[in-house]
């Protein structure tokens, strides 16, 4: 059974730069589908921030983009995602998910992981 | 942007009903919507995709219709399990999610 395990840390200061990693168990990642990242906020609700394929392809967010890196590691069978100069507009759960059909149909989605930007 | 709503925030219902939760978009997304389901302290769930088709596993008490920016997600006998909040999410070269409505116990 695919599961999906976010992991990083749970407190960042302003300025600094959020690196999360999600696990995938269940599933070779090198087999395809995209995987990518949404977060959800008290108060912008639900927000796709990127996604990525095997072959490199990548879709962001355009009002995260230019903050944003995403990579995948199929050898480790893992994803990862690093958004810099955060602030407390980034403070969130992010999600870990496997995305159908490239263009945004979610499942599964890991359990999430809340990271808080404060000084 | 394609903008989403979903009135009302919050519907309140008993088990046994049939409930309905409504989705629009600002602009005519086709049949690119998706549902999903969130209990507190978990992740959201897929539902539905393309509007009316039913994910793998997922009771046939839910169903979903609509199309082009006037969406609905059905749920015809409210189990005790069903009280959650749902979402909806287009996916016609953007995506963008709704803000949700919560169903809870009149």
């Known amino acids: 059974q695919l599961q999906l395990q976010e992991s990083g840390p749970g407190l960042l200061k302003p300025s600094e730069t959020l690196s999360l990693t999600c696990s995938v168990s269940?599933?070779?990642?090198?087999?395809?589908?995209?995987w990518g990242w949404v977060r959800q906020s008290p108060g912008k609700g639900l927000e796709f921030i990127a996604n990525i394929h095997r072959d490199g392809t990548t879709h962001f967010n355009p009002s995260l983009k230019s903050r944003v890196n995403i990579s995948l590691d199929t050898s480790q069978n893992q994803l990862s995602l690093r958004l810099t100069s955060v602030t407390a507009a980034d403070t969130a759960v992010y999600f870990c998910?496997?995305?159908?059909?490239?263009?945004?149909?979610?499942?599964?989605w890991g359990r999430g992981t809340l990271v808080t930007v404060s000084s | 942007d394609i903008q989403m709503t979903q009135p009302p925030s919050t519907l309140s219902a008993s088990v046994g009903d049939r409930v309905t939760i409504s989705c629009r978009a600002s602009q005519n997304i086709g049949k690119w919507l998706a549902w999903y389901q969130q209990k507190p302290g978990t992740a959201p769930k897929l539902l539905i995709y393309?509007?009316?088709s039913l994910q793998s596993g997922v009771p046939r008490r839910f169903g979903g219709s609509g199309g082009g920016t006037e969406f609905s997600l059905t749920i015809s006998s409210l189990q005790p399990d069903d009280f959650a909040t749902y979402y909806c999410q287009q996916y016609n070269g953007s995506i963008t999610f709704g803000p949700g409505t919560t169903v809870d116990i009149k």
């Open positions: 393309d509007a009316s």
């Open positions: 998910v496997r995305d159908l059909i490239m263009t945004g149909l979610f499942d599964p």
């Open positions: 269940g599933y070779s990642m090198s087999r395809g589908y995209f």
